[in-house]
Structures are given as structure tokens and as C-alpha cells.
């Protein structure tokens, strides 16, 4: 378990400080995937980098198995980073070493195996990521996909119990994503490592996490179940994260909008036809998005109404009898709950 405690964070200079983290608080239980979520220059990176104390944090705890990660010795506090394993967005592997040397790498700087033992596990590991005919490659002989499952396999090597990763998917094409993240879900399934996600992505988060925290300007914005965050986004962050303004195109500044929310309960199909043929009126699909999570359908979709206010009145209350989430978007970004 990893609990952090009043956390803070400044950075300072001789010209300026950056409150880069302002008092987070939060748990992390054994054997669970943990995603943080924030816009660019939230601090996430600089909450990762504080959890395995790369960074020292100016203020607060973190508890690591019990033990405060600031009264580790500079030994234990090594010890403690190998059972913390960290994988970046640039896969940050050794060019001049090939893949299987790169896997080996963390574990001859371990000492206490032997060459062939060493060999063996880093073999075993590259077949869990499905790279074992890649072992004599180099790094600039594979693709971004496949260099970060390498990476994974270092990280790996250390039988860490954790696994922090730092926007794993970020550089990486959307199949490419969807791949590494089942292995991350795999390695965490089987394995038992606790993983805690890193990026700005929330498709990411729906993908894999179990529990979500929202990191907004150094201050965790809300934090919940990935399924109560994404349904019930208590905080305008959370909204522009679920539903980013650049992914919806033909929106028309004065239209009444409405953001609808699936919960696993409703099928999308059905509601939409039936409401086009109970109102007597057509609305605009301006985003639609559904997820698969835990088995269940989830999904989001921002609807255009008609100009007629009696139309707007029996879209509004079809949904309110279908017991539909939904809430009014507006374009000037200023939204009410309905
Ligand atoms: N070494 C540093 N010295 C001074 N300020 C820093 C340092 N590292 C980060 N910061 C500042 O702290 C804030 C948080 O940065 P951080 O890298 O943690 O953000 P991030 O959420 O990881 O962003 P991104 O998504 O772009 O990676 C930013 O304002 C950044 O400029
Ligand atoms: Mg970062």
C-alpha cells in the first residue's frame, strides 16, 4: 500500500518558486491500477517522481509497506526504488545494448544471480511481453510499441510490486495503446503488481483503472471510482478531461446542448431511435463516445436540440422518464446541472 500524506512540493529558484503539488492525500491499495489525470503542467510527473522519492517532497509523508520513504537509508531507499519500478514515455532504453541485454540490465546491477540466471529471467520476461524473438534486436531495430513492452520487461526485472508509468501510451498509436495497456492489465492481473497510470488521457483511465484521481494545478481536483468520476464529474476538470472541446466539431455557439451519460444500464441504440420517434423531432450527435469497463457499456454523448422549445421539453423529460444523466453544455463553457 502506498499512502501519501499532506504532500507538498515546491520548486525554487533564485528568480521564482512553483507550488508544483499543494497538500495530496491519497491511497493506493496492494494489487490495484491507480490512474492520475491531468492537463499538462498539473504535477503529475512531479507526484510520481515524489512517490518513489526521485523528487523529495517539500512537505508531507509517503508511506511505502508501512515505512516512511523519508527515514529510508540511502540503501533501503534504493532497495525501496526497485520494488517501485518506473516506465517513462520515451522507453528510455539502452541503445547500444540489445534487447535482451537491456532487460538484464537492472538485474546484473542487483548482483546475486548468476549470467545464466540472469539470461533465463530476462528470457522469460520478453516472452511475457511477447518479444522473445526480439532478444538480439536493438532498440532503433523496433517500433515505439515494441520498445515499450522492452521497457516493461526491464521494469519488470526487479519483481517489483509496483509499476509506475509515467504516460506509457502517450507517444504511441491508438492500436499500439490498446496493447501495451492489456499487457500493463495482464501483468497487474497476473503477476499482482500494483500499477499506478500516469497520463492525460482519459480513455486510458477507462481502459484500465480501477480508481481515478483528477490532479488539477498541483491540487487533486476529486478522486473516485473511474465509474463515479466518469458518470458523475463532480468538477468543470473532470467534464473538459471526459469530454475534451477539441474532439467535438460541429458545435454551434447558442444551441441548446445536453451531455448524455450511460451507466452500464441503457442500451445507446435504442434510446436514441426511440427518442428521435417518441419526441417527433431530430436531434444533432455532435460526440459520442462508449466504453466497455468491468463488462459494462458506459458512454457520453453530447446532443444538439431542436430550436422548438417543446421539442427541447419532451426531449428533456424522455430522458428524465428513461432515467438518463444528462446535463446541459453550454458553449460558453458556463454548465448547469439539469
Ligand atoms: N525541475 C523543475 N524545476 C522547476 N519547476 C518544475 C520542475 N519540474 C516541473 N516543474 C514545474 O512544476 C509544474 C508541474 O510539472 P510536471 O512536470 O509535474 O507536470 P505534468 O503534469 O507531468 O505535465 P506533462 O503532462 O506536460 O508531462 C509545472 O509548472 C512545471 O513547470
Ligand atoms: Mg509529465
Redesign the pocket.
Known amino acids: 500500500m502506498i499512502q501519501l500524506e499532506h504532500l507538498n ?1 515546491t ?3 533564485d528568480r ?1 518558486e ?1 507550488e ?2 499543494c497538500d495530496i492525500n491519497l491511497t493506493i491499495n496492494d494489487g490495484e491500477i491507480f490512474g492520475i489525470i ?12 515524489c512517490i518513489n522519492f526521485l ?1 523529495k517532497p517539500t512537505g508531507g509523508r509517503v508511506i511505502f509497506d508501512g515505512k516512511d520513504m523519508a527515514s529510508l537509508t540511502h540503501r533501503e531507499l534504493l532497495a525501496a526504488r526497485r520494488r517501485m519500478s518506473m516506465i517513462f ?1 520515451g522507453f528510455n532504453l539502452l541503445s547500444q545494448r540489445t534487447v535482451l541485454k537491456n532487460v538484464c540490465f537492472p538485474m546484473e546491477i542487483e548482483k546475486g544471480m548468476s549470467r545464466a540466471q540472469i539470461t533465463a529471467k530476462a528470457m522469460d520476461l520478453l516472452r511475457t511481453v511477447g518479444l522473445e524473438d526480439k532478444a538480439d534486436s536493438y532498440p532503433s531495430q523496433l517500433s515505439g510499441g515494441q520498445q515499450q513492452r522492452v521497457a516493461i520487461a526491464r521494469a519488470l526485472a526487479t519483481d517489483p510490486k509496483v509499476l509506475l508509468c ?2 506509457a501510451t502517450s507517444a504511441l498509436d491508438p492500436t499500439t495503446t490498446q496493447s501495451i495497456l492489456s499487457l500493463i492489465k495482464k501483468i497487474n492481473r497476473d503477476m499482482g503488481v500494483t500499477v499506478i497510470v ?1 497520463t ?1 488521457e482519459m480513455k486510458v483511465i477507462e481502459q484500465i483503472c480501477d480508481r481515478v484521481a483528477v ?1 488539477d494545478n ?1 491540487v487533486i481536483a476529486e478522486q473516485g471510482s473511474v465509474r463515479d468520476v466518469f458518470i458523475h464529474p463532480k468538477t468543470e476538470i473532470s467534464r473538459n478531461l471526459i469530454l475534451p472541446q477539441g474532439e467535438v466539431t460541429e458545435f454551434i455557439p447558442g444551441e441548446r446542448c445536453l451531455r448524455l451519460v450511460f451507466d452500464g444500464d441503457t442500451l445507446l441504440e435504442p434510446v436514441i431511435s426511440t427518442m428521435t420517434l417518441e419526441c417527433k423531432c431530430r436531434v444533432n450527435i455532435l460526440f459520442a463516445n462508449t466504453k466497455i469497463i468491468d463488462s459494462k457499456t458506459y458512454g457520453q454523448m453530447l446532443i444538439q436540440m431542436p430550436e422548438d422549445e417543446l421539442a427541447q421539453e419532451r426531449i428533456m423529460a424522455f430522458l428524465e422518464d428513461k432515467n438518463i444523466d444528462f446535463r446541459e453544455e453550454r458553449a460558453d463553457g458556463n454548465n448547469e446541472a439539469c
Open positions: 512540493k520548486y525554487t529558484s521564482s512553483v508544483a503539488l491531468g492537463l499538462s503542467g498539473a504535477g503529475k510527473s512531479t507526484l510520481v517522481r523528487e514515455q509515467d504516460e500516469i492525460h490532479l498541483g
